[in-house]
């Protein structure tokens, strides 16, 4: 297949006046290990979608390109490039697009990819800078040495995301189609063997959790780039008129508040996770809570979500509770309720209901004489409190 005509434009970093001096050269070339090692630290702390993938077998293919981007550019800053396709900069851009190719096939977005050469650059300037300056070189070496190192790392990026679009232009597609069913398969109840036919043909790791997100449009790509790249994406999830439906990976226990943070302030929901087979309770709470107007933490409106369940059973039961108020005025009705929900919240420590209420003590010994005029001893039965809390709460 024919590359993206973005890796034949013109290089940016053709043609450059840049010279190193020797001595800086030869103390940059001696500190390149250790500016790798810096680089793939701060892509690791600030691109959690890289943190699993540097810790595994692909760490060392990305520490290996990041050693060879480098090496590429001080060879170019060193004046040793010519229009030699062989010259010390091309397996560097080669490399750059076969990284870009791998992306693809692991999940992770352009957005990650891309974030993650904005901050080699930041790193590398940052390093390698401190050792111009030691060097001695001259302001103005300097000011060119800078722009070639954001220059060279625009030309790695394009061919990068060369290498990311053709890979999902050749097989991506197909994929997403397989891992669509999947996300299908879990959504509407099919059997765990049809589920795990579908994610073997899908090349799709089963994880051990899925937390259901839902996500606003604006908000897919940022929060994708986030995430794990395992995280499904929903076609078409049932009962779901606004948003995107995302199942991220193993996104329990103390994983749970990473992915908080990023859908913090995004108008995003996330259920509780589950069990990846039983994904669908986690949709299902997600779902629940989003048409209670609940954002974010799902399981922070637990108590919320329990007790409107079932609104109209709700509602039957506050009726019942409250029937031996009838025949009242509704002004009286409405405080003794109110007292009687605070007594009941308070376990009946009347200081503490009157500072709730802004009440007197005596008021509100007063309105519990009224109560238990009504309710007499029920209000000493635990099914009668349990009944009453729950419909008041």
């Known amino acids: 297949m024919a590359r993206s005509t973005t890796r034949r434009t013109t290089r940016r970093t053709a043609g450059h006046g840049v010279r190193l001096p020797a001595g800086a050269f030869s103390q940059m070339r001696d500190q390149l290990p250790q500016v790798a090692d810096d680089v793939v630290t701060a892509i690791i702390a600030e691109v959690p979608s890289y943190e699993d993938a540097l810790?595994?077998?692909?760490g060392e293919t990305i520490r290996n390109a990041v050693q060879l981007a480098l090496g590429g550019f001080l060879a170019l800053a060193s004046g040793r490039r010519g229009s030699d396709p062989g010259t010390p900069t091309a397996p560097a851009v080669e490399g750059a697009y076969q990284l870009g190719r791998g992306e693809a096939r692991s999940g992770r977005t352009t957005e990650a990819l891309l974030a993650a050469y904005r901050i080699?650059?930041?790193?590398?300037?940052?390093?390698?800078?401190?050792?111009?300056?030691?060097?001695?070189?001259?302001?103005?070496?300097?000011?060119?040495?800078a722009e070639l190192v954001f220059a060279y790392i625009d030309e790695l990026s394009a061919a990068s995301v060369a290498g990311h679009t053709d890979e999902l232009t050749t097989t991506g597609r197909?994929?997403?189609?397989?891992?669509?069913?999947?996300?299908?398969?879990?959504?509407?109840?099919?059997?765990?063997?049809a589920v795990l036919a579908a994610t073997e043909r899908a090349g799709w790791e089963p994880p051990r959790t899925l937390t259901a997100v839902i996500v606003p449009e604006s908000q897919v790509r940022p929060v994708l780039a986030a995430v794990s790249p395992r995280t499904l994406q929903a076609a078409d999830p049932p009962e779901l008129d606004e948003g995107v439906l995302l199942l991220v990976p193993d996104a329990h226990g103390h994983r749970r508040a990473p992915l908080l943070r990023v859908l913090a302030d995004r108008g995003s929901t996330a259920g509780p996770p589950r069990p990846w087979l039983e994904v669908r309770a986690s949709y299902d709470r997600a779902l629940r809570a989003r048409a209670a107007g609940l954002e974010l933490d799902t399981e922070a409106h637990l108590v919320e979500l329990v007790l409107d369940a079932d609104e109209d059973a709700r509602a039957d039961l506050r009726a019942q509770v409250l029937a031996p108020l009838d025949g009242l005025r509704p002004a009286t009705v409405e405080k003794l309720t109110d007292t009687l929900r605070c007594w009941l919240l308070h376990q009946g420590r009347r200081d503490d209901v009157a500072a709730a209420l802004f009440v007197h003590p005596q008021t509100v010994r007063y309105r519990m004489g009224q109560l238990r005029e009504r309710y007499g001893d029920a209000l000493d039965d635990p099914d009668t409190v349990l009944a009453l809390t729950v419909a008041l709460g």
């Open 55 to 58: 810790a595994g077998p692909m």
């Open 174 to 193: 197909v994929r997403q189609r397989l891992l669509e069913r999947v996300t299908q398969h879990l959504l509407t109840g099919s059997p765990a063997d």
């Open 120 to 145: 080699g650059a930041r790193v590398a300037w940052r390093d390698m800078s401190t050792t111009a300056v030691a060097a001695g070189v001259e302001a103005e070496t300097l000011v060119g040495f």
